[in-house]
């Protein structure tokens, strides 16, 4: 509460020389005096308020920096950077059902000549892996693949079509190509998809090898589909040794087995 000035109270004058008229006209002019700076100061208190809460006092930059430490004051929002090729630490959520591998929201049947089970732990921006491999040769193998999408937080998911090109291109990147060299990735094409009523995009492209120590192969052919499931984004893959016949085959099986887990 903000007060005025107090006035103090003058004592009472005995009749002196003028008698009582004058002590009521000194006193009418102290009174006048009284008044008319009580008036002023209430004029001025007038005007002159501030705005706002007359007690309060502007905050210093000592009390800013204090309501800044202990959270009354809003903190300057970090910019995320994004990464190349960002991966999610690994999680398993989903159980497979009898005969399928599933993972976010799709499931599908593997091919049985992909008897290996696993995690490609290689696919940026999913999780809940699981796959099926079948060997090519060596230490060299065709997979296939479902998972969920999870994009990395603080950077916006971008939707199903350029999550499906950005998987396709860091598989290119990430994957272990063993000892192949000149490598180039190519016929890269991106066509929308519905599958068992889930919309998506699916985006196939081929790895090229100039130089590679196999006997059976020269190229890998990649199949990244990402599609909007009831249980959000998931995706379905597969990495498949061009020329070898019955893993060509297998893969095409496996899209056509591709279902949601409702």
Not at 28 to 54: E, N
Not at 98 to 119: N, T, V
């Amino acid at each position: 509460m903000h007060t005025g000035p107090q006035f103090p109270t003058s004592p009472q004058q005995a009749p002196g020389p003028g008698g009582r008229g004058s002590t009521l006209l000194i006193g009418g002019i102290a009174f006048a005096v009284v008044f008319l700076l009580v008036v002023g100061v209430t004029v001025g208190y007038l005007v002159f308020r501030p705005t706002g809460d007359p007690i309060a006092d502007p905050p210093t930059s000592a009390s800013t920096e204090s309501g800044a430490s202990d959270g009354s004051a809003s903190a300057t929002p970090t910019e995320v950077e994004e990464e190349r090729c960002w991966i999610p630490e690994a999680e398993r959520e989903s159980q497979n059902p009898s005969g399928k591998l599933r993972g976010g929201g799709l499931q599908y049947i593997p091919p049985s000549s992909f008897k290996e089970r696993g995690a490609p732990y290689w696919i940026a921006y999913a999780n809940d892996l699981q796959g099926a491999q079948a060997l090519v040769e060596a230490t060299w193998y065709s997979t296939s693949f479902v998972g969920k999408i999870e994009w990395q937080p603080g950077i916006e998911y971008p939707g199903a079509e350029v999550a499906s090109q950005k998987i396709v291109d860091c598989f290119f990147y990430k994957a272990n190509w063993g000892d192949t060299t000149g490598r180039t990735l190519d016929d890269k094409v991106t066509v929308p998809v519905t599958i068992a009523g889930m919309s998506g995009y699916r985006t196939t492209a081929t790895v090229n090898f100039a130089t590679d120590p196999l006997e059976k192969t020269d190229a890998t052919a990649l199949d990244i589909v990402v599609l909007d499931t009831p249980e959000g984004p998931s995706l379905f893959g597969t990495e498949t040794a061009v020329g070898v016949t019955e893993h060509e085959k297998a893969a095409e099986e496996a899209y056509e087995s591709l279902t949601g887990i409702g």
